[in-house]
């Protein structure tokens, strides 16, 4: 016979909870949460944004890279309530269309730049950012690789998401 | 893991802040929380309650002036790096913080919160020891300034008592005449260095050595300054032979026992490699400098 672990789920929990009011992916959103919510569990649970993955919970494997107000964050090491105000883009806000790739979404199709397809969020959350904060990105392979650097692939052995990024920025240039 | 449970404040003010510290003992600051966060989740920190500086606009800002750089404790890495006046006022900072994580993680990181961190293999504790730069520091009690060479005590252990918190980082500007340079040993981009070492070297108008200051991460219980190396290079040319003496005096400071990283012996060689190269580039730079 199989023993229930629990057999009374606890409907509410004793946690401090705060409002945080935020705007994800350019939509307004209010919710009362735990403080000691996670960002990136706010946004999987609570949203049901599920394209931000959770990988080591540190800070190490880039799974669950977002953007707060405009700048790449580790939705892991940022507490739900820390982003009451801010701007959250989170992967699902980055094709501009349903049935329309972002370009960096394109070139990692176009390159095979994925195999599980677990780490991809943060990748191109990462480059996409990298395109956005440098009008004259260095595409040398030194630079690509510093950008990459806080995310961690353990299928494709990078090289295919180098040339992603390399494919990217023609496709942004017009140069398809 | 997930957090467990605390209680969290979002202070206006400094004095608020302290004021939240003082009646809480079993309380910890937020900065940027690419420190704090992770041992949260580890549940190694299982505090009562988070006092989130990061509301407080008074810790916003960075000043350049004619003689220091005052970067307030909300200032994120990233932004440090990124500001040109900061690097025109003392290159050193740009190139030790591109050694620190990765942009992701500087994007939330703040300055004061690495130097309140003390990790001895943390990058920015080595930059204020060759620095000399002071943080400033309130409490209960008012504010004081603590000397970078009276900070850090051990891993993950400052001179800051209970209640008192970093508002500011104070780097002095480069004096005139003189190099910089930072170099690590990480296995890979962005991960602590098993060893760095930043140097400053002051020449005068005959290329002599008029002032050196070394300093180490990753090699001891907390960054330290490598005086009896500084000591060998005083007074000379900086000429290949002395600067080899200076690596083998640093390598001497290597206190760190062996670890899962990298044995004492590698480490010894990774400290006397990376001084002869980085008092080499220093010295260029300074002889740029004095030509320019
Ligand atoms: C993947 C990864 C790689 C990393 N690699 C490196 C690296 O190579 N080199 C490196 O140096 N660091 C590295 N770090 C750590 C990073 O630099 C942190 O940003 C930094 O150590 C802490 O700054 P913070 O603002 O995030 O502080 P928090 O995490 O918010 O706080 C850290 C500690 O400092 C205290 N504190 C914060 N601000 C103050 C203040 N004003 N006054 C008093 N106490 C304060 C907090 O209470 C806490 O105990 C890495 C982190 C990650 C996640
Ligand atoms: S889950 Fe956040 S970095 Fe790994
Ligand atoms: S594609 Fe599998 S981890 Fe990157």
Known sequence: ?176 | MKPPLFDYVTPESVEEAVAARAAEEDSVLLAGGQSLLATLNFRIANPALLIDISRIAALKGIDVGAGEIIIRAMVRQREVELSDAVHGANPLLREVLQKVAHTVVRNRGTIAGSIAHADAAAELPAMLLATEGVVDVQGPGGTRVIEASDLFKFHLTTSLAGDEMITAVRIPNLAPNTGWSFKEFARRRGDYALAGICALVTLDDNGRCTKARLSACGIASTAVRLESAEAELAGSTLDENTIARAAKAARDCVTAADDSQASTAYRRHLVDTLTQRTVAVARDRALERRAA
């Open chain 1, 1 to 176: 016979m199989t023993r229930s672990i629990r057999k009374v789920l606890a409907k509410e929990s004793s946690d401090p909870r705060r409002e945080i009011s935020l705007s994800v992916n350019g939509e307004a959103v209010t919710r009362s949460v735990s403080t000691r919510l996670l960002l990136a569990d706010f946004l999987r649970h609570e949203l049901g944004l599920t394209g931000t993955h959770v990988g080591c919970e540190h800070g190490v494997c880039g799974c669950c890279t977002v953007s707060i107000d405009g700048a790449t964050a580790r939705s892991c090491l940022t507490l739900a309530v820390q982003a009451d105000g801010a701007e959250i883009r989170t992967i699902e806000g980055v094709a501009p269309a349903p049935d329309i790739l972002h370009p960096v979404q394109q070139a990692f199709h176009e390159c095979h730049a994925l195999q599980c397809g677990f780490c991809t969020p943060g990748f191109i959350m990462s480059v996409v950012s990298y395109f956005e904060e440098n009008e004259n990105p260095d595409l040398g392979e030194d630079a690509i690789r510093d950008a990459l650097s806080g995310n961690l692939c353990r299928c494709t052995g990078y090289q295919n998401i180098v040339k992603a990024v390399r494919r990217a920025h023609e496709l942004m240039s017009g140069e398809a």
